[in-house]
């Protein structure tokens, strides 16, 4: 933060967050870009927003094409969902895409919005979001840059305006931030550090590091939330797989895991109901 009190900044590096995200989805092209572009998004808001609370934002494409979604976990833990269309088609964010954004409050109410995905550009959509839905002046800008062998580097910032700004520093931020409202340039220098992007970002203007945060790709599935998803079927369907006499395996489908539920396991939850 400013220590005139005037700008929140947050700058991430997600390059092996995202590459292990896209790996796990095997995502390619556009989509591919749009993946890591909404997960390197969805993380800045949890951090700005709920750091202790999870956020979540979906991507749809326009018409009947594909759907990404982007879940970052208090932890620092985040997972991505690639799907394609009803068609089999790739994500398309043309006329008519949408972003939904959902989080977590504190008493277990959830707070979503939904905005308009123009030019196939996530970071201008997270910006109406927090301009709409939270009341907050803020600019955004996340990239992933890809060469031929396949992810070179993906991050973000943050520049959050506070309370009480004055007009001074206001101007002097408009004018610096021209030059970051695309950051690829950035993300494939060989210094590229949070650090050091947040040093460009505020030259000049005296500020404190507030802290740090932790982040990787990793997904929260288990045997034991497999179980529980399981015991909100109906007892009927239930039974049935019981007497099918077959081991049910089931795959996650954020991260691939396999998991394998036996006969006698589903009858414990049968029992229990």
């Known amino acids: 933060m400013t220590d005139d009190g005037t700008f929140r900044v947050l700058t991430l590096k997600t390059t092996d967050t995202v590459r292990r995200a896209l790996a796990a989805q095997d995502a390619t092209g556009p989509?591919?870009?749009?993946?890591?572009?909404?997960?390197?998004?969805?993380?800045?808001?949890?951090?700005?927003?709920?750091?202790?609370?999870?956020?979540?934002?979906?991507?749809?494409?326009?018409?009947?094409?594909?759907?990404?979604?982007?879940?970052?976990?208090?932890?620092?833990?985040?997972?991505?969902?690639?799907?394609?269309?009803?068609?089999?088609?790739?994500?398309?964010?043309?006329?008519?895409?949408?972003?939904?954004?959902?989080?977590?409050?504190?008493?277990?109410?959830?707070?979503?919005?939904?905005?308009?995905?123009?030019?196939?550009?996530?970071?201008?959509?997270?910006?109406?979001?927090?301009?709409?839905?939270?009341?907050?002046?803020?600019?955004?800008?996340?990239?992933?840059?890809?060469?031929?062998?396949?992810?070179?580097?993906?991050?973000?910032?943050?520049?959050?305006?506070?309370?009480?700004?004055?007009?001074?520093?206001l101007l002097v931020m408009a004018e610096r931030l021209e030059e970051f409202r695309t950051i690829d340039h950035w993300l494939v220098r060989p210094d590229f550090t949070p650090g050091a992007l947040m040093g460009e970002l505020l030259y000049g203007m005296p500020f404190t590091e507030l802290g740090a945060s932790d982040v990787r790709f990793e997904c929260w599935c288990s045997q034991v939330t497999v179980m529980s998803s399981l015991s909100t079927l109906p007892r009927t369907e239930v039974q049935s797989m019981i007497d099918d006499g077959e081991v049910l395996e089931i795959q996650c489908d954020y991260c691939n895991a396999e998991y394998r539920v036996s006969p006698g396991e589903l009858r414990g939850l049968v029992e229990t109901s």
Request: no cysteine; net charge positive.
């Open 31 to 169: 989509t591919a870009r749009a993946f890591g572009d909404l997960i390197t998004g969805v993380i800045l808001l949890r951090l700005t927003l709920a750091p202790q609370l999870r956020v979540q934002g979906i991507l749809r494409g326009s018409g009947s094409t594909g759907t990404i979604v982007a879940d970052s976990h208090p932890t620092g833990r985040t997972r991505g969902l690639v799907s394609k269309g009803r068609n089999g088609d790739p994500l398309d964010l043309g006329p008519g895409s949408l972003l939904r954004l959902m989080r977590t409050m504190h008493d277990g109410r959830l707070h979503q919005g939904v905005v308009e995905v123009t030019g196939g550009a996530i970071a201008p959509a997270l910006m109406t979001y927090m301009q709409v839905s939270e009341q907050v002046t803020t600019m955004i800008a996340v990239g992933t840059v890809f060469d031929e062998t396949g992810l070179v580097s993906s991050g973000g910032y943050l520049v959050q305006l506070l309370p009480g700004a004055e007009r001074g520093p």
